[in-house]
């Protein structure tokens, strides 16, 4: 995706200062931002409810529309946007986001909430595109996975900081004021980006044509459907966090906070762990990351009634699904090729439709009457679909490799087997 010429702009700028760090913070700060308007959205879903007139499990359906907007405006934003400034894109796309969420603030009713839900979400993942890219291109080529952890770093961060706070402060002086603290957020970022990153050119070459293209790679398919169902064992556990917490593990309104907390600090975790294990192998990370899932989702719907079970599994899963998001979005920067800004929006598409698909089916098997338990065990089994997919996608490269420097006579021998 980047060209010659913003690799020698950047690497010039960085190698030689200390920007580097403050610039991979400002673009963190955005990350902060995206993730507090995301995960705040679970922690208040009962005032919110109770705000809009509407059961928790219909009013779940507005984390769904924010998923659907961040499935939507991955592709397209980056695909037309790929020919801008990559800091100018990144600050366009930080202010859409404090205007969808000045929306929610100001929305009412069901559907008006929905809408703005949705609009907040179209820039999230062409955030986390261009911010990636550019991290990346601030650095040598040895530390980019830690750039990149460095940028998902802030979305981690908010789960421990943002998201409690936000939600603390929703419960006292009502949900839409955790909108409005996202606002001023973003204000402050879009002003420390501009301060701290370099002005890159976009890729002049580029058409929506050629961004899309990547689309049609088997590797790129396989591991946005690895994250698209895999991850949403995450979500369909972590969308009703609140009521589990008040309601299977019997406890108090303001201990969910502590619970939101506690996800944060596996992110935070499972951040820094990423780029570690992405050094070693990105590929055996999502295989363990995966399996790991599976058996942390098994044991919620088993000990969702020990609170201080309950708080130690809540961490580990949000450290598990630090260390998932990162390491698929490394991986879908390798295999999209050229359209590698594309690739790294597409993980967050596929992994807020993830969000959406954890969220629709958590919510049914409530309705259904099966508990507040019962969509952790649905999560584990999506986890499984997740893992499988992967394992599939890792057999067709290692056959593709074989064949690709194989003697005729091999590759009909790999095909017989």
Known sequence: MSDAGDERETQGYDASTRHVALAITALALGGFAIGTTEFVTMGLLPEIAHGIGQSIPRTGHVITAYALGVVVGAPVIVALGARLPRRELAVGLVLALGLGNAATAMAHGYWPVMAARFL???PHGAYFGVASLIAASLVSAD???????????????ATVVGVPAS???????????????????????????LAAVPHTRGN??????????????PQVLFAVTAGMVGFGGIFAMYSYVAPLVTREADLGRGAIPWFLLAFGIGSVAGSWLAGRLADWDVERSIVGGFVAGIAVLVAVWLLAGVPVALWVLVLL???????????????LMHVAGDAEMLGA????SSLNIANGLGAWLGALVIEQGHGYRAPSLVGAGLALAGLLVFLLALRVQRRADVSADATPAEVEVVAST
């Open 167 to 193: 939600t603390w402060l929703g419960q006292q002086l009502g949900w839409r004021s955790a909108y409005w603290a996202v606002v001023a957020i973003v204000i402050v970022t879009a002003g420390l980006l």
């Open 120 to 122: 907040a979400g179209l």
């Open 317 to 331: 899963v949000g450290l598990l699904g630090s260390v998932l998001a990162i390491n698929l979005q490394l991986r």
């Open 143 to 157: 530390r980019k996975g830690r750039a990149v952890s460095g940028v998902m770093l802030g979305l981690s961060v």
């Open 204 to 217: 002049r070459d580029a058409t929506v044509t050629a961004e899309l293209r990547a689309l049609k790679r």
């Open 345 to 348: 929006s597409l993980n967050h």
